[in-house]
């Protein structure tokens, strides 16, 4: 596998704020595997992109690709 950045994934720079389009609640309807419903529940509107990423929960290529799925699916946007 090779490494991920976070333009291959469409997401902006580490400093950018992801916000939820759809309420947490909601979320359980969408097919989300485990980490992406994980990186959903870190976003609190103040978390940034690189927070997320240094949790450390998980390795960074997985953090950007969970990322990167919620933004394919449009529950999250960039302020």
């Known amino acids: 596998m090779r490494p991920q950045t976070r333009e291959a994934v ?5 400093s950018s704020v992801p916000k939820l389009t759809r309420t947490a609640k909601s979320l359980t309807s969408l097919p989300l595997d ?8 870190q976003i609190d509107g103040s978390m940034t992109v690189q927070n997320i990423l ?6 960074r290529v997985e ?3 969970a990322l990167g799925v919620l933004v394919k699916l449009g529950v999250v946007v960039f302020a």
Do not use: E, K, N, T
């Not at 469409?10 to 580490?14: N, S, Y």
């Not at 485990?34 to 529940?41: H, I, K, N, W």
């Not at 240094?54 to 390795?59: A, I, P, R, V, Y």
């Open 10 to 14: 469409g997401l902006p720079p580490g």
């Open 34 to 41: 485990p980490r992406a419903a994980f990186v959903a529940a």
């Open 54 to 59: 240094d949790l450390g929960l998980m390795s």
């Open 63 to 65: 953090a950007l690709a």
